[in-house]
């Protein structure tokens, strides 16, 4: 097994035209680096390639700044877009949430134990700290930061200064039930992961289970997605559902759909920080784990 | 194990209040009836109540048409539509298909094989016999009924003829392609299944799997509904998903979602004939085997 | 909607005959009653016949202890077993657990939200409390009782104490990760829950995911069983899978397992606790919700 | 979109050392090929490197053979075993089938259409053609080999033959009910896939459905994997299940389970003749699509 702390994950994305893969591996094996995972994708329909790679570093000293460097002539003559880090290299990330807390403590919990390494530099709510006394948050700076109609933009102000103070990476909405303004979206764009309680595009809006209940589907689901001005239009990372039936309330609905969500945002968040996730114009492309 | 012939299928649907259980079970009680599966749902909504009961006669000579006759009684008291049918008598049925035949396939192959007991009393098409060249129909009598936009009242005047001539109870629109007009659809109300392929209320309308793509949702689905004047918003009765990426292009969700499709479509139709859907409102109670 | 104060579950297993649910209804309507939820099942190879009833006082006074001693009779009648009792009622609960928090964690989330009622009367490990130092227990006794080859006569003794004087219903292995003893099981008979990481009857005993991963199964499960004396064998109440591929270690099917665990953990003890499970010789009637 | 005629897909299996990929795929863009998809597996456990390829000559000349000769010299130093072969080029197929013709008429079907792109070069049976009556083998040669266990040798020998002198690539025992004998076994070894109806390893053997509903499982399934001398311990290559319940009789999962096993087996036989399955000692890499 290669030592984890000398792993990286490239990622790219550029104009398809033949050579590319060769390019790529070929440029990894004369810096004496073994290639452990790969995917890739040819968006036939858009004419764009998209590539993960993680590899180890066998030989040599190619140090993370070398590579970057060298590796930008490469990307350069194919117009790509690209990124190298550590794989070990944790993320920063601020929590966001109301009062229903299910999936800010699930993800606190998949962070505790490790399942989903990551640097938790915050946690926001609309609600005070007490809606959460049953939860350790272990030293996470907590930041109540209430909101009314009237004082919106000043609390989202507030979220954006956290954001900025705390260097966070990436936002993630964990059931927080504020509409983001689309000032504040558009500043978070490609940053910012919100959870939806239904099988999106079916229930956009207030109240989902309710919608769910009323039209009569079969199945619920939840939706992970980036954030965009464009409410609930924003590319879709995960999709999950559960089977239903005649017999639930929409109160049944929305206990049956926490497991959903909790797993479908928990996904969508582990893959992001593995870089599994790129974007393709309003979709995605996620090489699952 | 009791003799089939001799079961029967009661359904009932009612404003609740107490006794409804009780009036029924007694009356069946001294009938000389046993019950061999029951199902009820109290919609606490609507007020309504729901149940399917499948009994055999066990002692006397309890006819059909008596236990109905005096069935009524009880039902009257209880303001209850009801209907009390033999489990083994077989619906007949009248299915329409388009150019994509695998759903009209599928159900052939169930009925043959007596998975699906009814009678099949017709098959339309809006294409001619060739176009099923390789499929038995057994004898069952082919309508080729071509439409055009001028000539779709005539077509539909036909259509409504072959279902009144050959008896039929329900029609099954198997991947038929045409939109009813409201008239055709009214006469057919609650007799008449679609299998709508996506999974609804997402994707309404037509090429939904290129919908799909464009959206670039991670999980397809089919929907079986009774047809209604309002387009995909018939009550639903069954769905399903299967798990796709974004290396699918929509010839591949057409193709992954044939399979949905034709599953979905086949539990509808199954459920229904053994009486186990029950309208309600907009919506259906299903009692799923 | 009803006063779920006044809210009651009837569960009833006796030879099946012509009449029950006749000479059941009619009690309820006699004693007043209304029936919100009944699902029964007639096994046919059996001969038996299970029934589950909600039920709420609508007029008159009937007090629980007079309506189960007036239900005695026409039990006898039947030669059933049955249960009458509060639908609020909370059962005493003990949870078992091992170093693996994730159930653990999870129920009492589960727990605190009101998601499943129950009286947790205490948490057994054989890891100290600082195992669990992110946990808020909030109050429910914690009892180290570590274990060896030599003391598990012993410790298991001193289970059973902390069982019986602390009137626990039911106990929860919580990913408790000792094997009980026959004398054990036989003294919990019924009374105790397990949550097994595979797909049973596959990938019975020791570390199952490994059995799985060397296996090469496409798809990972877990099973929540009755525990017995006979391992991996009890009676089984739910279970649950996830898809898998080539590329996942030990490791991956560790960690995409104990999603699978907690979800089919907490269904299982949630259906326990409302009366929806009953015991069918070596496997159950589980009514779902 | 590339000309299909011109595509090719190429897999390779070697130990694993860096320069591979970039070894391959240098060859590839040096012979004026694009990569259009691919996927690879570094199994750190055995220490074997999987890939697959499909990619289309965009310039010059390069034919198959020329292709495969000088992609010899660089497959042989990294000792490894290759396959390049047209994309469009169809496999020889002999389906094997008995009295249930689910999947016989499945796999017809889906070859009929073209989903399931192959040449069927014949059917055996041990039962008669009229078994089929329905089916339009539509000249497919039909063979039908009757089988006692004093004339399992003979029979064996007989489809054998057929499998030869047809130029079969491939046997899929389409439910085919008899147990091939260690001898036929091992010559169709990797070329012969099955499909078994439970989710193996549990409930090996005969009538795996009544065993299901004997343990009181909660899901069933169905397996299709590599036939070896070993019964139904051979390379998995596709599962899937459905959820079943305490009412579900044995005949009830005979019904379900038909619908897994058709999905599951069309999945397996469509992953092979795409090149998307390799063997791995006693398990297999799917690169699924």
Redesign the interface.
């Known amino acids: 097994?290669s030592n984890p702390e000398l792993q990286f994950i490239l990622t790219l994305a550029c104009p398809?035209?033949?050579?590319?893969?060769?390019g790529v591996?070929?440029f990894?094996?004369?810096h004496?680096?073994?290639?452990?995972?790969?995917?890739?994708?040819?968006?036939?329909?858009s004419g764009r390639f998209f590539m993960r790679t993680v590899f180890n570093v066998?030989e040599g000293e190619a140090g993370l700044e070398a590579l970057k460097t060298e590796f930008a002539a490469i990307a350069e003559g194919f117009k790509a877009a690209f990124s190298i880090r550590p794989k070990a290299e944790k993320r920063r990330v601020l929590l966001l949430a109301s009062k229903s807390d299910?999936c800010l403590?699930d993800l606190l919990?998949r962070w505790?134990?490790g399942?989903i390494p990551m640097d938790l530099v915050g946690i926001v709510s609309n609600h005070p700290r007490e809606t959460y006394a049953?939860?350790?948050f272990?030293g996470i700076p907590f930041h109540h930061l209430p909101v009314t109609k009237a004082t919106k933009l000043e609390q989202e102000t507030e979220i954006w200064d956290v954001f900025k103070s705390s260097r966070a990476e990436l936002a993630v909405l964990a059931r927080y039930m504020q509409v983001l303004s689309d000032g504040l979206a558009a500043k978070l764009a490609g940053r910012c992961i919100n959870i939806h309680h239904s099988?999106?595009?079916?229930?956009k809006g207030a109240k989902p289970y309710h919608q769910a209940h009323a039209?009569?589907?079969?199945?619920i689901?939840a939706t992970a997605h980036y954030v965009t001005s464009d409410l609930d239009e924003g590319?879709?990372?995960?999709?999950?559902?559960e089977?239903i039936?005649?017999?639930?309330?929409p109160d049944?609905l929305v206990?049956k759909g926490?497991?959903i969500e909790r797993?479908v945002l928990a996904r969508a968040l582990a893959w992001h920080l593995q870089d599994r996730v790129i974007l393709?114009g309003?979709?995605?492309?996620?090489f699952?784990?």
Chains 1, 2, 3, 4 share one sequence.
């Open positions: 097994m398809n035209r033949p050579g590319i893969v060769a591996s070929t990894l094996f004369q004496g680096c073994n290639i452990l995972e790969a995917q890739q994708f040819d968006d036939t329909e066998v299910h403590a919990y505790r134990i399942e049953h939860l350790d272990d099988f999106l595009p079916g229930f039209r009569g589907v079969k199945l689901g590319p879709i990372i995960e999709q999950d559902v089977r039936s005649h017999q639930d309330s049944d206990r926490r497991d797993r393709n309003s979709k995605t492309v996620v699952r784990d």
